[in-house]
């Protein structure tokens, strides 16, 4: 996910000051990972450099100066650009699968056992998830679906992938 | 095998061969009373053989399967039937309501022939049927309803006697993930209210994802994930 585009997001609906922009993030976006205060204030400065936010006022108090930022005509279509751009579909885990299925024929090992322990790991996800989503608003309900279809996939390969076992053996091996 | 204690349902060395085919080559199984457990594993691996031989509807070739401490190889077909009638409920994929009956009677039917008075039993019945939000449909036929509404109806008609063991069989393959979900939900939801065990077989991981916990089937063997992590 693009904490920079999804803070500027937030920013959409009116000026915030840093804390509350975290505040707002870790309320809808951040269920599994709430942001660290070092990742907004960093990430702020960047949009800030680039123009896509600026300082909108600067509060001081008795602690340190807060600056309530606003997001800039730039930032507005920056936002705008990433939200109409589809994201690239990443084979992130099955080419560290298919790698670790590999070795295990060639050592001649078990590979149904990896892709056995594989599937139960996947399973307790999705049985946490699907918990999550049986507690949880319509909101938790989509997000959570959204995993759980990501993970289906990775189990249906994995199936897939058990059914060829005998196959990419003999084809590791000449 | 060492079966967790108070298990309710065990198998050890399940054998069942069909002419050549091995079905079940040393299958095992347990389960505690109010576990949702899943039989996972490729088309052909044994799970709905492994099903059938713990429902007692299939006598294995081999191994032993003990009910709450009886042994199902011991007992008479009669006193199989009386077991799956009085102990064990049923929900299959399709084809299980019957068409010339509504629904509140598909639901009451197995407590009338447990000689239930019909009053009393579609009473119940209709009970079960609010549980899983159907309690409307009662007086239709099951050719008028939905396949997500007819599955509920289903799922009501297996938990209608109080089972202690529901078997079902891809209780969801005929129906969209929306519907299937929530047939998934109100089943698991309802067992684990009356406590009872539920064997779920099913191919599909977010089905499978709404037990505690699974077995996997290959080659007729079973393997108890949770007993490998």
Redesign the interface.
């Known amino acids: 996910m693009s904490i920079g585009h999804t803070l500027l997001g937030l920013l959409e609906s009116g000026p915030r000051h840093g804390y509350d922009l975290k505040r707002a993030f870790d309320e809808k976006f951040g269920h599994d990972r709430p942001l660290h205060y070092g990742q907004v204030y960093s990430t702020m400065s960047r949009l800030l450099k680039n123009g896509l936010v600026e300082v909108d006022g600067i509060e001081s108090g008795g602690g340190p100066e807060r600056k309530r930022y606003a997001i800039t005509d730039a930032g507005i279509t920056d936002v705008e650009q990433w939200l109409a751009t589809p994201e690239k579909p990443e084979p992130y885990l099955q080419s560290t699968l298919y790698t670790k299925i590999v070795l295990a024929l060639l050592t001649h090992r078990d590979a149904?056992d990896i892709l056995?322990?594989q599937?139960?790991?996947?399973?307790?996800s999705?049985?946490i998830?699907?918990d999550r989503k049986?507690r949880g608003d319509l909101a938790d309900q989509l997000i959570c679906d959204h995993a759980?279809f990501h993970?289906?996939a990775d189990?249906?390969w994995l199936?897939l992938a058990?059914?060829r076992l005998d196959k990419l053996k003999a084809a590791v091996h000449t | 095998m060492n079966a967790p204690g108070g298990s309710l349902l065990v198998a050890e060395g399940l054998r069942k061969a069909y002419g050549p085919t091995m079905a079940l080559d040393g299958a095992e199984f347990s389960i505690h009373p109010g576990e949702v457990v899943a039989v996972?594993g490729?088309s052909g691996s044994g799970k709905s053989t492994l099903l059938h031989c713990l429902a007692g509807i299939v006598t294995p070739d081999s191994g032993s399967i003990m009910y709450d401490g009886q042994d199902l190889a011991t007992m008479s077909d009669a006193q199989r039937s009386r077991l799956r009638r009085s102990d064990f409920g049923f929900v299959f994929q399709f084809g299980q309501l019957v068409p010339e009956l509504t629904c509140v009677e598909n639901v009451a039917l197995p407590l009338r022939l447990n000689g239930a008075p019909r009053k009393q039993a579609e009473r119940t019945a209709l009970e079960w049927m609010q549980r899983l939000e159907v309690d409307d449909l009662g007086r239709k036929r099951p050719g008028e309803v939905s396949g997500g509404q007819g599955q509920r109806v289903a799922v009501a008609r297996s938990l209608v006697t109080d089972p202690r063991v529901l078997f079902a069989d891809e209780p969801t393959g005929a129906l969209d993930s929306l519907n299937g979900e929530r047939v998934m939900?109100l089943l698991t939801e309802a067992a684990r209210s009356a406590n009872a065990a539920v064997v779920l077989v099913t191919?599909e991981?977010?089905v499978?994802?709404?037990?505690d916990r699974?077995i996997?089937v290959?080659d007729g063997k079973s393997?108890d994930?949770e007993r490998?992590?």
């Open positions: 149904a056995d322990t599937r139960a790991e996947h399973l307790r999705m049985r998830l699907t049986r759980l993970l289906e189990l249906r199936e058990a059914a | 996972m490729p939900e191919h991981a977010r499978a994802a709404y037990s699974e996997v290959r393997r994930m490998v992590i």
